[in-house]
């Protein structure tokens, strides 16, 4: 199996269902054709570095999976009818990829992650609100 990352730009005026049924259709159609889904990474609405079908801002999702080649042709024919989709692109990651490697690799990164933000919260000086800053607050009010 080879390893795949696809980031794709979702339009930004759908509602919360739609938006959901497209990333849900998504990783479906990967898991259809035999892939293993690793991640899927949403970014959320951002602004775009330049207009994309007239189109300033979309969400972004990244979607990791892993599968044999012919699964790169079937996701992205169906982002290119997919309206709802307003650009994409697809890398090609590793070859012959074990995926449970790659997931257990993943969680062993986040877990490392998560240790080390907590030492940093743990160092960090607890924060007490003064008179002063509540005057700033009632100020700006």
């Not at 035999?34 to 602004?47: L, M, T």
């Not at 012919?70 to 997919?82: A, F, G, K, P, T």
């Amino acid at each position: 199996m080879n390893y795949y990352e696809t980031l794709y730009l979702i339009n930004p005026n759908l509602a919360d269902e739609e938006y959901r049924e497209v990333v849900t259709k998504f990783k479906d159609l990967a898991e259809k054709n035999d892939g293993v889904i690793i991640a899927i990474d949403e970014w959320g609405k951002k602004s775009l570095a330049y207009m994309v079908k007239k189109f300033d801002k979309g969400y972004y999702v990244l979607f990791q999976y892993c599968g044999k080649g012919s699964i790169i042709s079937e996701v992205e024919r169906n982002m290119q009818l997919d309206e709802r989709v307003l650009k994409f692109q697809t890398i090609k990651l590793a070859e012959n990829a074990d995926p449970e490697g790659i997931k257990a690799k993943a969680k062993e990164l986040l877990e490392r992650a998560s240790q080390k933000l907590e030492a940093v919260e743990e160092e960090a000086p607890e924060f007490t609100e003064t008179e002063e800053d509540q005057e700033e607050k009632d100020d700006d009010l």
